[in-house]
């Protein structure tokens, strides 16, 4: 008989490619609901999210930047990410860590958020 207590514990079923598709396109959605408070382009466009991973265990890992190291927001923006992604009911959960390598310049806009500021 075995005991279950010996037993390594089982993980999580692998993301099927539909299920990554799908929270792609709820993190992106969610993500482009956060704003810089003094540019009016959301964070998504605006460059500022250098990596997005989620986990088989559907836990996100974001790395972003900010315009500037010393922005006025910096201690609040990765909260407001966090609550952004944690609005998606089947995330467990999520970890929003600043980086500035590389910094961030507005090459790394989208043409979309260029059009919204007038940068063409």
């Keep these: 008989m075995d005991d279950a207590s010996t037993q390594p514990p089982e993980s999580a079923p692998a993301l099927s490619k539909a299920e990554l598709t799908l929270l792609t396109d709820q993190l992106i959605e969610k993500l482009k609901t956060v704003f810089d408070p003094e540019i009016p382009v959301d964070i998504y466009e ?4 250098y990596k997005v991973d989620v986990s088989d265990e559907r836990v996100v890992a974001i790395d972003m930047t900010l315009t500037a ?3 006025p927001v910096a201690g609040e923006m990765p909260i407001w990410v966090r609550d952004a992604v944690m609005q998606i009911p089947d995330i467990a959960d999520c970890a929003v860590n600043l980086v500035f390598d590389p910094p961030w310049d507005p090459s790394l806009m989208s043409d979309e ?3 919204e500021l007038n940068m063409f």
């Design 46 to 49: 605006l460059g500022l999210i």
């Design 113 to 115: 958020a260029k059009l």
């Design 69 to 71: 190291p010393g922005c």
